[in-house]
């Protein structure tokens, strides 16, 4: 008798209780176990955002690479492009680098 008295003062807390519980376990559930939870969606969020920061440094890349082609149009430019970058040369050509050492005063 004493152990059914107890079954019930426990039930009819949990019942008093029993939004309060369901509320617990619906957040617990959305924050961790579902497959659409605040955890993934904040992963999620991160990588879009990484991947927005990688896209303008594409584009930057891109806007770039436009500019320095339509320079490239130019083969006077041409020229001083493969020199500057590629060190070539004209035949018969000595070419000479003056490295510049500073000096601290």
């Known amino acids: 008798m004493k152990l059914f008295d107890l079954f ?3 039930l009819k807390k ?4 029993k939004y309060l519980i369901i509320i617990i376990i ?6 961790f176990l579902d497959t659409h939870s605040w955890l993934i969606h904040n992963e999620l969020n991160n990588e879009v955002s990484q991947l ?3 896209k303008i440094e594409l584009e ?3 806007r770039n690479d ?3 082609i339509e320079v490239l149009k130019n083969p006077d430019s041409l020229e001083a492009f493969g020199r500057r ?15 510049h050492q500073e000096t601290i005063d």
């Open 85 to 99: 970058n590629y060190n070539l040369k004209k035949d018969n050509e000595t070419i000479f680098y003056i490295e």
């Open 66 to 68: 436009k500019h320095t």
């Open 26 to 31: 619906f957040l617990i559930w959305m924050i």
């Open 52 to 54: 927005e920061a990688q």
């Open 14 to 17: 949990i019942t008093k209780l």
């Open 8 to 10: 019930n003062s426990l």
């Open 60 to 62: 930057k890349n891109i």
